[in-house]
């Protein structure tokens, strides 16, 4: 069964500094990977998705993700974090055609 | 830009009673998708469906059912609810597996 791991529960980063959030995940065949973000009460926004091709996946709002096979990792990254990124973001992996395994989400803080 | 709305964004229920959760896309997508998202557990998928009339259940689906009458609207239903399905509650709809979902902004739903 596939299943994913956010290691942390949050992130504190300040405004400027790189930032990243950290995504493992576990599953049988190729994995097909998302991050999504929540503001509060919110839904799910779509960030980006790793299905093949480039290990370097760009998404919206200036994030990227890098996919690393060896270490079954999907970290989220950001070159220069603004407070406005501060919210709650999940790493997902697809389960067939059955929707999506979530972990359970990495409050990231961005300190002015 | 697609468009996942679902009826309420707040409900509060007495235990017993049933409970009717409604979402709409707008998008024409086959794949709809019923969450439920608890602090520190993430999102848990309740039931999807491929199609008009066709359902699946996913990790969660005892104490729920769903309806999809309609391409564009599928329906989360609480037989007889109960303290324990005190929770948020997100919709979704996608094109297809690899594809992102899209979400409401969810419903909370207490019950009393």
């Known amino acids: 069964a596939q299943s994913v791991a956010q290691p942390e529960d949050q992130v504190n980063v300040a405004e400027g500094n790189p930032l990243t959030v950290k995504c493992t995940y576990s599953v049988s065949g190729n994995p097909y990977l998302f991050w999504y973000v929540q503001y509060p009460n919110r839904g799910l926004q779509f960030l980006l998705k790793y299905i093949t091709g480039d290990n370097l996946v760009k998404g919206s709002y200036g994030f990227e993700a890098e996919f690393n096979k060896s270490q079954t990792s999907f970290h989220l990254k950001k070159p220069s974090a603004l407070v406005s990124d501060s919210a709650l973001y999940f790493c997902?992996?697809?389960?067939?055609?059955?929707?999506?395994?979530f972990g359970k989400g990495t409050h990231l803080i961005i300190q002015p | 830009d697609v468009k996942v709305t679902q009826s309420s964004r707040y409900l509060v229920k007495r235990t017993g009673e049933k409970v009717f959760l409604e979402c709409v896309q707008d998008?024409?997508?086959?794949?709809m998708f019923w969450y439920r998202q608890d602090p520190g557990l993430g999102l848990r998928l309740i039931y999807f469906?491929?199609?008009?009339?066709?359902?699946e259940k996913g990790d969660i689906p005892e104490g729920y059912s769903v309806s999809r009458e309609k391409k564009e609207r599928f329906s989360l239903i609480l037989e007889s609810a109960s303290t324990n399905q005190t929770s948020m509650y997100l919709c979704?709809?996608?094109?297809?597996?690899?594809?992102?979902?899209?979400f409401g902004d969810g419903t909370r739903l207490s019950i009393l």
């Open positions: 998008m024409d997508h086959e794949n």
């Open positions: 997902a992996v697809r389960r067939g055609a059955d929707g999506l395994t």
């Open positions: 979704a709809s996608s094109s297809g597996a690899s594809q992102p979902q899209h």
């Open positions: 469906s491929y199609d008009v009339k066709m359902k």
